[in-house]
């Protein structure tokens, strides 16, 4: 088993910055990639960003290209989420995920956060 707690998240005016952590314990040596996913209000869980766990392999969703980064810090198991220019439609619960495969797809992380609020007022 994985354990993740994510920690960051909070309220931000628009164009402010936030980072967001994810801690994983647990059986860490099983883990392959590193995700994030976010949920707004009324509408489904999307995929934000994925790392290899070593940092390779990185992908965004179009909407945060050039605006979040993705990172990771082996040695401490931990998952980073870098948001900048944050919007107010970036407002929702982030989600870290942790997968056992080198490409997962969305439906295929085994191991999540219990979610951190993100809220980004204009």
């Known amino acids: 088993q994985v354990q993740l707690v994510e920690s960051g998240g909070g309220l931000v005016q628009a164009g402010g910055s936030l980072r967001l952590s994810c801690a994983a314990s647990?059986?860490?040596?099983?883990?392959?990639?590193m995700g994030w996913f976010r949920q707004a209000p009324g509408k489904e869980r999307e995929f934000v960003a994925k790392?290899?766990?070593?940092?390779?392999?990185?992908s965004y969703t179009e909407a945060v290209k050039g605006r979040f980064t993705i990172s990771t810090d082996y040695a401490k198991n931990t998952v980073f989420l870098q948001m900048s220019s944050l919007k107010p439609e970036d407002t929702a619960v982030y989600y870290c995920?942790?997968?056992?495969?080198?490409?997962?797809?969305?439906?295929?992380?085994?191991?999540w956060g219990q979610g951190t609020q993100v809220t980004v007022s204009s």
């Open positions: 995920a942790a997968a056992n495969l080198r490409t997962p797809t969305n439906n295929q992380y085994k191991y």
């Open positions: 647990g059986r860490t040596d099983s883990v392959y990639t």
């Open positions: 790392v290899g766990w070593t940092g390779g392999s990185i």
